[in-house]
Every structure is written in structure tokens, then in C-alpha cells.
């Protein structure tokens, strides 16, 4: 019986890991990817079109992404605490 308890306990300690830690962290990738690649593809057409000088990435450009990470990653989180609470 006690071998029972410790897989229900592990397994539920994993699956809390997977549902506060590893889902909200690739969702706040997929968040930053986006972001990204929404800049890259408006600093390029701009170059295309001439109305930047060059083609450049700051580092600047890395925290703005960063905005996506964040905000992905909390609604995430929530609505993982929103889905725990509610069962």
C-alpha cells in the first residue's frame, strides 16, 4: 500500500512540474518567437522599402520581445492556478 502511495504522490509531483513550470515556459517561447519574428519582419520590410538605412537587430529589440514571453507565460500560468482551483 505504501508503494502505491509514493507512485500517486511522484506522478502527481511531475504532472504539477509539467503544468506550473514546463507549459508556461514553451508558451512564453512561442510568445517571444512571435514577438520576434513580428520585428524582424517589420525591420526587413522597412529596409526593403528604404525607410530604414540598414537592417539591424538591438538589443533592445530582445527586450521588447521579452514583453511576449512575459504575458504568454502569465496567462498561461493562470489559467493552469484557474484549472487546479476549479477541480
Known sequence: MKALITE???????SLF???FIEPISNGLFGFALFFSILLLTKG???FLNIQK????DFDDVILS????????????LE?????RNN
Open 80 to 84: 493552469n492556478i484557474g484549472r487546479v
Open 45 to 47: 520590410l522597412a529596409s
Open 66 to 77: 521579452l514583453i511576449g514571453f512575459i504575458l504568454l507565460f502569465l496567462i498561461k500560468l
Open 54 to 57: 540598414g537592417f539591424s537587430i
Open 8 to 14: 500517486k504522490t511522484k506522478d502527481s509531483s511531475i
Open 18 to 20: 509539467k503544468t506550473f
